[in-house]
């Protein structure tokens, strides 16, 4: 797969630096818009917090999706990229004032609130403005995902959220402030799910909720269940693009909308994981008693996932069509969880060889840090180098 690079424009440019191929990803949009668009009433944002690279920001708005934000700079991003406020929606556990004023100054489509605390805050800036915010409230389905922990978000314990039991408290507070328009739920319940399963209990849960509020005479105009559609991290150039049909179809066929509602999808890693890869160049190859490390210049301050949730990434080198050698790929960060993959095969690596960490366009360039005082990597376009 190394013809999918164009090596000699690499080795012009400094690593550690991230590569988006955007023909991958207009494909990608294609995808999704083809197959949520099969189904009435579908509407697709884009969860920015997964990549917020104003470039890829741009093209994703030009496809026509809406934007997930979760912080004032998140929706000033998606402002500058052009995103109608109307196709914006806010969500978060803890906004502070300035960022819902951002929000209500601009007319944003929705935010997701979570606790009842920041309902009467919304409430309380939206009177100061002379304006009615629409909300939707954020419901903790108690639905477990087979994902990791840490990206496990719809479970009863978890801070997201405001627990099912209180649904029609929360409604019933908010039906008397007069600076607040209950438009919808929300959920989410987690990322990188590959189990259609997991969609569908989220369905079922939602299905029982709507007759809930049905009983009480409450009828809403939106139902939001988020993302967390994963990709295939173990074979990015065979499954570049997610199972977008089983995903839309499952919602199609198991969740039951009212005549006139809307459903709304959260989609990001799903969205722009599969089209970044993080080029890093190898620096020395060290020889230990029992291993071999193959030592780059990108660290876990370019891409945390590896270290911070033992995350796959498919590596490849992309410089040597040598015999396959076992490797664990490190960085130059001074931190022991500094590591990339532990006994890999990879074509035989040189200094000065370019490897490519593959389908890391989501949650990463976006979490990238300065630890160690190091350089913010650069993310180049297929289409600009």
Not at 57 to 77: F, H, K, N, P, T
Not at 117 to 136: C, D, F, S, T, Y
Not at 179 to 187: D, E, K, N, S
Not at 269 to 295: D, H, M, N, P, W
Request: charged share 25%; glycine share 8%; net charge negative.
């Amino acid at each position: 797969m190394k013809g999918i690079f164009p090596l000699d424009k690499f080795e012009q440019l400094q690593t550690p630096f991230y590569y988006y191929d955007t023909d991958l990803l207009r494909q990608t949009l294609r995808a999704i818009g083809e197959e949520a668009h099969k189904h009435e009433g579908f509407v697709v944002h884009y969860a920015v917090k997964a990549n917020a690279n104003p470039k890829l920001l741009r093209i994703i708005r030009e496809a026509g999706l809406g934007a997930d934000c979760v912080s004032g700079g998140e929706i000033e991003a998606s402002i500058r990229a052009g995103f109608p406020s109307q196709k914006i929606v806010y969500a978060g556990v803890g906004k502070s004032d300035w960022e819902i004023n951002l929000g209500l100054d601009n007319d944003i489509f929705c935010f997701n609130v979570e606790s009842i605390p920041e309902l009467e805050v919304i409430n309380q800036l939206a009177a100061a403005k002379g304006k009615v915010a629409r909300v939707a409230f954020r419901l903790n389905p108690n639905v477990g995902a087979h994902t990791h922990a840490n990206i496990t978000t719809g479970l009863a314990e978890n801070k997201f959220g405001i627990d099912m039991r209180d649904m029609l408290r929360v409604i019933d507070e908010a039906s008397h402030m007069p600076y607040i328009r209950v438009v919808g739920l929300h959920f989410h319940i987690g990322s990188q799910i590959l189990d259609m399963g997991d969609f569908e209990a989220l369905c079922n849960r939602v299905n029982d909720l709507q007759l809930e509020l049905e009983r009480h005479r409450i009828t809403l105009e939106h139902i939001n269940v988020g993302g967390g559609l994963g990709v295939d991290y173990q074979h990015p150039n065979r499954v570049p693009i997610p199972d977008f049909k089983a995903y839309f179809d499952t919602y199609a066929k198991k969740l039951r909308l009212r005549p006139g509602q809307t459903l709304h999808f959260e989609l990001g890693r799903a969205v722009v994981a599969q089209c970044g890869s993080l080029i890093t160049r190898t620096l020395y190859i060290k020889e230990g008693q029992q291993k071999r490390f193959c030592i780059v210049d990108a660290g876990f301050t370019d891409l945390i996932r590896p270290a911070l949730y033992q995350a796959y990434h498919k590596i490849e080198n992309i410089s040597s069509d040598e015999p396959l050698l076992a490797y664990d790929v490190v960085g130059p960060i001074c931190e022991s969880t500094d590591v990339f993959a532990k006994q890999i095969d990879l074509n035989a690596a040189h200094r000065g060889d370019l490897l490519a960490i593959r389908s890391a366009g989501a949650y990463g360039e976006i979490m990238a840090s300065q630890y160690n005082c190091r350089r913010l990597p650069q993310g180049y376009m297929s289409d600009e180098i």
